[in-house]
């Protein structure tokens, strides 16, 4: 089974970038589409974007522009981009792994990583 574990959190002030990682052990990742998603204090999870195990992304409309997902499968990793970050990007990050890159459900992925905060100041 495969663990995921995300790093590279933070407080950035608005408008600002900071680049996520998913490490992935146990298994590889290559197999895998990769999702992130984010839940905000008090909100449902958000899908954020995918990206499938050839590297065609899906987006969230809210971050479409300022995200970008890029994977290398030598290092079993998944990256975030996150550029011109606003407050109401503040959240704690999760990557997934599931089956396919443009499901954008919760329930369509299978491993989960603990999360790591982003806090955007304005």
């Known amino acids: 089974q495969v663990q995921l574990e995300e790093s590279g959190g933070g407080l950035v002030q608005a408008g600002g970038s900071l680049r996520l990682s998913c490490a992935g052990s146990?298994?590889?990742?290559?197999?895998?589409?990769m999702g992130w998603f984010r839940r905000a204090p008090g909100k449902e999870h958000e899908f954020v974007g995918a990206?499938?195990?050839?590297?065609?992304?899906n987006y969230a409309d809210s971050v479409k522009g300022r995200f970008t997902i890029s994977r290398d499968n030598a290092k079993n990793t998944v990256y975030l981009q996150m550029s011109s970050l606003k407050p109401e990007d503040t959240a704690v990050y999760y990557c997934?792994?599931?089956?396919?890159?443009?499901?954008?459900?919760?329930?369509?992925?299978?491993?989960w990583g603990p999360g790591t905060q982003v806090t955007v100041s304005s």
């Open positions: 997934a792994a599931g089956s396919r890159y443009d499901y954008t459900q919760t329930s369509d992925y299978a491993h």
């Open positions: 146990g298994r590889t990742l290559s197999t895998y589409a």
């Open positions: 990206i499938s195990w050839r590297g065609n992304t």
